[in-house]
């Protein structure tokens, strides 16, 4: 069902803007509601997705791109200084698995503060 234009003196000549409303039943609503929380989710990770990409891209990071291999490195009590370690890989895979890794952006944020 269709609404009536709002009151006169609501807005401008008593006309609403934009298209007409139409009635929505609480369960239309609700399903609206939930896919557009959905849409914003997946727009928030992708964002987090570009954010850590683009460091990942930033030349100053080749280093903390993959795991450090500590025999490579002859360092063997690597881990035994570094509790957690993490590289920018490593949140890049995290991020991408299905189901992802992370809860929240700021668990994303936790594990490239670790790797500073």
């Known amino acids: 069902e269709r609404l009536q234009t709002l009151p006169s003196g609501s807005l401008a000549g008593g006309k609403r803007a934009g298209p007409p409303l139409i009635a929505e039943g609480p369960d239309a609503k609700r399903q609206r509601q939930l896919a557009e929380r959905d849409r914003r989710?997946?727009?928030?990770?992708?964002?987090?997705?570009?954010?850590?990409?683009?460091?990942?891209?930033?030349?100053k990071s080749e280093a903390f791109r993959i795991p450090v291999d500590p025999i490579k490195l002859k360092i063997p009590d690597y881990f035994k200084i570094i509790q957690n370690p993490m590289d920018i890989g490593t949140v890049l895979k995290k991020l991408r698995s299905q189901p992802r890794q992370y809860s929240s952006p700021a668990e994303v944020a936790d594990d490239i503060r670790l790797i500073w």
């Open 41 to 59: 989710k997946k727009e928030l990770w992708d964002e987090v997705v570009k954010i850590v990409e683009k460091i990942r891209k930033n030349p």
